[in-house]
């Protein structure tokens, strides 16, 4: 089992920019997909970004693309979110999710992982 612990959020004016963090723990997550997720009052959990650990193959989703970039660091076992051009409907909980590659079909469905963080909340005022 891995641990992940998300950092970074805060509040941020519209057309700003905040950077995540996700600090995995317990085994290495260099091969896994790692991702984001977000979450905002009364919606479901909705994909966000995914990276491929072993080639960095990434992945977007089209509200957030051109805007955000998903990022890894395999030696500090980190994956990064740096979101810029911030609007208030990016206002939500960001969780980061980690899965084996080889276990993934579907790498922007909730329901593919079984690792979560406990979330950060990123809030941009309209």
């Not at 959020?9 to 995995?24: D, E, K, P, Q």
Request: proline residues 3%; charged residues 20%.
């Amino acid at each position: 089992q891995v641990q992940l612990v998300e950092s970074g959020g805060g509040l941020v004016h519209a057309g700003g920019s905040l950077r995540l963090s996700c600090a995995a723990s317990g085994r290495t997550v260099s091969t896994d997909v790692m991702a984001w997720f977000r979450q905002a009052p009364g919606k479901e959990r909705e994909f966000v970004a995914a990276i491929r650990g072993s080639v960095g193959f990434t992945y977007y989703a089209d509200s957030v693309k051109g805007r955000f970039t998903i990022s890894r660091d395999n030696a500090r076992n980190t994956v990064y979110l740096q979101m810029n051009s911030l609007k208030p409907e990016d206002t939500a909980v960001y969780y980061c999710a980690a899965a084996p590659w080889a276990r993934l079909q579907n790498v922007r469905a909730v329901t593919e992982y079984d690792n979560w963080g406990q979330g950060t909340q990123v809030t941009v005022p309209s």
